[in-house]
């Protein structure tokens, strides 16, 4: 299914799926987030205290599960690590803080914009540009290194660690902790979250769809292949959000949004250029870590550290905009990641 | 003949390193491609296609494949 035709489908459902699990009871706009589910995540076992956004979403769950899942059985679970972990985890963090800070990853800037959320459109020009600028990063030579053939227990642990969230979700037991109120009180019945999860990780696994990929590829070598998911993606979302009444066009008043139109952009730029240094949008390392990619499974942790930062640290955006402590995380994110890049690129160059 | 190793590269490294060997390559001309996975097979396959070259694919077994490209 690596066709044209596997593409569009991946990108419809999760377009339909993300337009459906608002109806189901998720928070608006937010039918589908990776970087907001992996922050609710965070929350949730305690790793911030943030108590609106705490909730065991079983949307990622069934991500990891559902790209474990058809991997083993396509014969492309390959357990493979040890390409520049270290620096793999510190630019999640920060296109996790990025994210954070435009509040939504690529897959809800794309779902933003289909519910009529025009401040999407400036996150959408910082995603373009950072992608754009972390490609030139990569043709000249930036490289995180190559990854080699892991024990292959390592493969199981996040999966592992997935099933056991799993049965804390559905137990509830004491120490989860479960948002009382606001977006973190929002979701859909946990059968039907955790049923898109696996669709979406097996199609999303099937035809690699990635957001910082379409651009990239587009750019690099002129192949509209994988962004066309992404316009798909738009399309279909758009279509539900019409029949379900949902689509609400303007810039002031949208959920879960700002209008600090230049920290929407800088922050979906931090997030674009550490997305393409890392081979790939949260979506598809989120994909890639269920299917034994250990250096994506740091790249998760990452993602869940970078999380717990934003919202103890006061760096993640609120409706009524980004404090200063976020600006300043997202001009030393940007500032630390080109270091990251132009070093990498550097010491290639010696070898 | 020209070798590429891209085994263990994320993706799109495979791609570009492969895109730096072919635009070398005179009519006629082949180079051999290493890669160590699936998708960077797809991937690299697909922009020498598209990119006007034919493609032979070698499984060498032990999920690692050859890629022979020749500029058309």
Redo the contacts between chains.
């Keep these: 299914m690596n066709d044209k035709k596997g593409i569009i489908i991946t990108g419809a459902v999760i377009g339909l799926l993300g337009g459906l699990l608002v109806k189901f009871g998720n928070p608006a706009n937010m039918g589908i987030c990776v970087a907001c589910f992996i922050r609710d995540i965070a929350g949730s076992i305690g790793l911030h205290r943030a108590g609106v956004v705490q909730y065991l979403r079983p949307e990622i769950l069934g991500f990891i599960l559902g790209a474990f899942i058809i991997a083993k059985t396509k014969g492309e679970f390959k357990v493979t690590g040890g390409s520049s972990p270290i620096s793999r985890f510190v630019i999640a963090m920060f296109v996790m803080i990025g994210a954070l800070v435009f509040l939504g990853c690529p897959l809800r800037m794309v779902l933003r914009l289909a519910g009529g959320d025009w401040n999407a459109i400036l996150g959408i020009v910082g995603f373009v540009v950072g992608v754009l600028i972390g490609t030139q990063f990569l043709k000249n030579g930036f490289t995180l290194g190559r990854s080699y053939k892991v024990n292959k227990t390592s493969g199981y642990i996040l999966p592992g660690i997935a099933i056991l969230l799993l049965i804390f979700r559905i137990v509830r037991p004491g120490f989860i902790i479960f948002s009382e109120s606001g977006p973190g009180a929002a979701y859909a019945p946990w059968i039907i979250a955790l049923s898109a999860g696996l669709i979406i990780g097996i199609l999303a696994q099937r035809s690699r769809i990635c957001m910082a990929g379409g651009i990239r590829d587009l750019y690099l070598i002129k192949d509209s292949h994988l962004i066309i998911g992404f316009i798909s993606i738009f399309v279909f979302a758009f279509i539900v959000n019409i029949i379900f009444g949902n689509f609400d066009p303007g810039f002031v008043g949208q959920p879960a949004a700002h209008t600090d139109w230049l920290w929407n952009l800088l922050g979906m730029f931090l997030t674009g250029f550490g997305s393409v240094l890392l081979g790939g949008c949260p979506l598809r390392q989120t994909i890639l870590a269920g299917e034994g990619n250990t250096d994506s499974v740091v790249t998760f942790i990452g993602y869940l550290v970078g999380a717990a930062i934003a919202h103890n640290f006061g760096l993640a955006a609120s409706g009524s905009g980004v404090g200063f402590a976020g600006k300043f995380a997202v001009i030393f994110g940007i500032i630390i990641v080109t270091v990251i890049a132009l070093s990498s690129i550097k010491y290639n160059k010696m070898a | 003949m020209l070798k590429v190793d891209t085994?263990?590269?994320?993706?799109?490294?495979p791609?570009?390193m492969t895109?730096n060997a072919v635009s070398d390559l005179k009519k006629g001309d082949s180079i051999k491609v290493l890669i160590g996975?699936?998708?960077a097979k797809?991937n690299v396959g697909?922009?020498a296609r598209?990119?006007g070259c034919n493609v032979e694919v070698n499984n060498k077994g032990n999920?690692e494949y050859e890629l022979l490209i020749t500029k058309k």
């Design positions: 085994r263990g590269r994320s993706c799109p490294e791609v570009i895109k996975e699936e998708v797809e697909r922009f598209n990119s999920e």
